[in-house]
């Protein structure tokens, strides 16, 4: 079955940098659409950046363009999101998704449409 295992995550200064990484099985990785997500509590998820499959372009929330990178590598089934710049207020629980049926434009949809998810890993900036 499809399954995403994410790791890294963990305490930041602002200012700092992390990777995230999610790890997929159960499916051909270099065909489905890789997306991030984040949540804090009482909000809705959030996304936070996709790479689309289809045609390999990459998109971003306005929250984090200019600092986060998403990329994926294919022969390891592995996609990353390297955070850089970190504020407090990216402080949330990042979520990997795939399993994205039908997007038009851009790949970063809302959150209900993704169909496979991590297991979730928090990130917290803060001194």
């Known amino acids: 079955q499809v399954q995403l295992v994410q790791s890294g995550g963990g305490l930041v200064q602002p200012g700092g940098s992390l990777r995230l990484s999610c790890a997929g099985s159960?499916?051909?990785?270099?065909?489905?659409?890789i997306a991030w997500f984040r949540q804090v509590p009482g909000k809705e998820r959030e996304g936070v950046s996709c790479?689309?499959?289809?045609?390999?372009?990459?998109d971003y929330s306005d929250s984090v363009k200019g600092r986060f990178t998403i990329s994926r590598d294919n022969a390891k089934n592995t996609a990353y999101l390297q955070m850089n710049s970190l504020k407090p207020e990216d402080t949330a629980v990042y979520y990997c998704?795939?399993?994205?049926?039908?997007?038009?434009?851009?790949?970063?949809?809302?959150?209900?449409?993704?169909?496979?998810w991590g297991q979730g890993t928090q990130v917290t900036v803060s001194s």
């Open positions: 998704a795939t399993g994205l049926a039908y997007y038009g434009r851009t790949c970063l949809v809302n959150w209900r449409a993704y169909g496979y």
């Open positions: 159960g499916f051909t990785f270099s065909t489905y659409t």
């Open positions: 790479f689309s499959s289809r045609d390999g372009s990459t």
